[in-house]
C-alpha cells in the first residue's frame, strides 16, 4: 500500500517539473518539444543550458510576460 502511495508521489513531482521545464523553455523562446531530447544520451545537457539562459524579453508565441515594462 505504501509503494502506492510513493508511486502517485513521484508522478506528482515528475509532472510538476515536467511543466516547469516546459515553461521555462517558453521564457527562453523555445517550444516545449526541445523536453524530449533529454531522452537521447547526453541531450539533457543540451537541455540545460536552454534552462539557463536569460528570459528572451520580446513578445512570445505563448502568451504576455508577467514581468512589468520598462521604463
Do not use: C, N
Request: no cysteine; net charge positive.
Amino acid at each position: 500500500m505504501i509503494q502506492i502511495i510513493i508511486y502517485l508521489l513521484i508522478i506528482w513531482i515528475l509532472l510538476g517539473l515536467l511543466g516547469f521545464t516546459i515553461r521555462r523553455l517558453h521564457d527562453t523562446d523555445h517550444a516545449g518539444w526541445w523536453y524530449w531530447i533529454s531522452v537521447i544520451p547526453f541531450g539533457y545537457l543540451f537541455l540545460l543550458y536552454f534552462m539557463v539562459l536569460p528570459t528572451v524579453e520580446k513578445p512570445v508565441r505563448w502568451g504576455s510576460y508577467l514581468f512589468k515594462e520598462k521604463k
